[in-house]
């Protein structure tokens, strides 16, 4: 005989009633987990270095304002100031991670003008900071120091703290063909009171008081041995101009171990920390200080307005300078050491 269970006329099992209520409730109870997605927007940042403290603090002043703004920050940069193709390929790769907006101080301003067509003919918003490109209009828009007044202020003070003594400069260069080169260069021989290409052009001016012309890239070595070079041939060199604070560091240890700091007004562009602290001890003669976190905050905050509201900005907004001077002379406006320090590389 047959067991019930394995009758054809057997019917189906009974659910009984208070397990189904049980079986509901548990479901009713379930949610999935959620997915987690990256719904933070990508903005990039592309220095010319990443060791210059110009440049890290601009990079640390980027960091917080995405965290203020709710944008996720992708750097990048160049190994050496003049390498372009390391900033080509920094934007290479944030167009593949999907960034909306790119910020770059460009080593080369015309150079890299294709690589940038490309990211904005894809929609991506592209902002130029401290260095403009060239053409300056191949950015959305630029953030950055007025480069010609900075080298006009530097020249007015080295003039005037030259006095009656005979006028024979040197000028620690970045590189050739660069816009902010020969923007502070030229702004420089405008302040001194030598004739002066404007402020548009990206030639550097020479005049018979510029007994030696030597490009640094804005290196702290090359730099020394520029000058040291320029000793060589002028030993009696009385003013020297350099593009940044690293190349004007390597200045003044040349000219320290010629025994020939004294007898030179030394001065510069970039009103870091520590080259505040190099004019408060006589090291460099002045400084124009730029704003390099205002630079980035300012970047940043226009690269968040695009991605919310699909607004682009354009032209240029100056970020300010200032000259930093441990001697205060007639004539020329000036903060001192304590005033820079408490502004180096910050917001002006």
């Known amino acids: 005989m047959c067991s019930a269970a ?26 999935p987990e959620p997915v987690v997605a990256q719904t933070q927007p990508v903005v990039g940042l592309i220095t010319k ?8 603090k601009m990079r640390e002043g980027a960091q917080a304002a995405a965290k203020t703004h709710g944008v996720r920050l992708m750097t990048g ?32 301003a015309k150079a890299i003008v294709p690589a940038i067509r490309k990211a904005r003919d894809k929609g991506i918003l592209v902002v130029a900071m401290d260095s403009p490109t060239d053409p300056q209009t191949a950015t959305d828009a630029f953030f950055g120091t007025d480069n010609y007044r900075a080298g006009t202020l530097i020249g007015q003070y080295a ?6 003594r005979p006028v024979k400069i040197a000028t620690i260069d970045l590189l050739p063909g660069h816009p902010v080169g020969a923007q502070r260069h030229n702004g420089f021989l405008k302040g001194f009171g030598l004739n002066a290409p ?5 030639t550097l001016g020479k005049t018979p008081e510029v007994v030696c ?10 730099g020394q041995t520029a000058m040291e070079n320029c000793l060589q041939k002028n030993p009696d060199l009385t003013v020297v101009y350099a593009i940044n604070e690293p190349s004007a560091a390597g200045a003044s240890k040349a000219l320290k171990a ?54 682009r900005p354009s032209g240029y907004t100056d970020t300010g300078v200032a000259l930093i001077a441990a001697k205060a002379l007639p004539g020329v406006d ?13 917001r002006k």
Not at 198 to 202: H, I, L, M, R
Not at 286 to 308: D, H, W
């Open 6 to 31: 394995a009758h054809p006329n057997t019917p189906p099992a009974v659910i009984r009633p208070h397990r189904l209520i049980v079986a509901l409730l548990a479901l009713s109870l379930w949610r």
């Open 49 to 56: 270095t990443d060791a210059n403290p110009f440049f890290v």
């Open 77 to 108: 940069a160049g190994r050496n100031d003049g390498d372009n193709a390391g900033q080509v390929t920094a934007i290479e790769n944030m167009m593949a991670a999907g960034a909306r907006a790119i910020l770059i101080t460009v080593n080369d």
């Open 159 to 164: 003039r005037a703290a030259l006095g009656a």
């Open 198 to 202: 404007d402020a548009k052009a990206t």
């Open 213 to 222: 012309m030597a490009d640094s890239y804005g290196d702290q070595t090359r």
């Open 258 to 311: 010629a025994g020939k700091e004294k007898q030179v007004v030394l001065v510069t562009v970039d009103g870091g920390c520590q080259g505040v602290r190099d004019v408060g001890s006589g090291a460099i003669a002045a400084t124009a200080q730029q704003y390099p976190v205002r630079m980035a905050e300012l970047g940043v905050e226009a690269a968040a307005s695009f991605i919310k509201t699909g607004k």
């Open 334 to 346: 000036s903060k001192d050491v304590n005033a820079g320090l408490s502004l180096c590389f910050g």
